[in-house]
């Protein structure tokens, strides 16, 4: 067992070594690294001890929760780093900014509810929705983000392997599950059936968010038996909210514009 000597009267020295010591046998790394700073600040303001010591003790849970969301995030699984604050909402007046700010509160996760981006390709629906779950984790929620084809197969496989239990109880324990294309590619009736179950175990108990490019009359193509379209869209919008992200592709007008204004210029 490791302990400190206590003395009175410690050199300048001594204390900042016996800090540092004490902060590792306590893992407080923020502490550790930023107490000196702390400490000059706290001098040429003339901060009380209690005042220090709140400093110093904020400043390590402030590091910690960050760390936290840090950790949330990356385990999310999102392919790159989208924010809400990046998001251009003048090129896309389909989405209002006051709704996406009222989800940004979470509330809807809290309550299970679902959440449906649909639109085409380039209007800013995989944004919205890598957006939104970097905000659930951020503020505590556990988050995964996957394509819907992955998701497929990684459940086929688990069929396969005798896993199927275990890999739907996994998905079912997140807070929010964030599903991207949808309806990009048919998906056969054992794959439909599967993706069923998540969507069943998750119902009215954790939130899925999902992004397709497919308005729910389309999903025939993705899911051809009709009852399995139909079972899949009930659980997809119950109580949830669907947003429109249209059809002029924000990526396509962007390219436009590059391109169009060295023309104008020649």
Known sequence: MTTLPRQRNLTEQAATTAIDTACRLLRLPSIRNEFAEIADRAAKDQMTYRGFLAELLMTECDDRARRRSERRI??????????LRTFDFDANPNIDPAVINTLASCEWIKKSQPLCLIGDSGTGKSHMLIALGAEAAMQGYRVRYTFATKLVNELVEAADEKQLNKTIAR??????????????????????ELLLQVLTEREEKN?????????????????????????????????GTIIETGTDSYRLASTRARTEAPAKAD
């Not at 990356?74 to 924010?83: C, I, L, Q, V, Y």
């Open 74 to 83: 990356k385990a999310a699984g999102f392919p790159r780093d989208e924010s």
């Open 207 to 239: 939130s899925v968010a999902i992004a397709s490019n497919e308005s729910f009359g389309g999903w025939t193509k993705t899911f051809t038996d009709p009852r399995l379209c139909a079972a899949i869209v009930d659980r997809l919008t119950f109580n």
């Open 171 to 192: 998905y079912g324990r997140v807070d929010l599950l964030c599903i991207d294309e949808l309806g990009y590619m048919e998906l056969d009736r054992h794959g439909a």
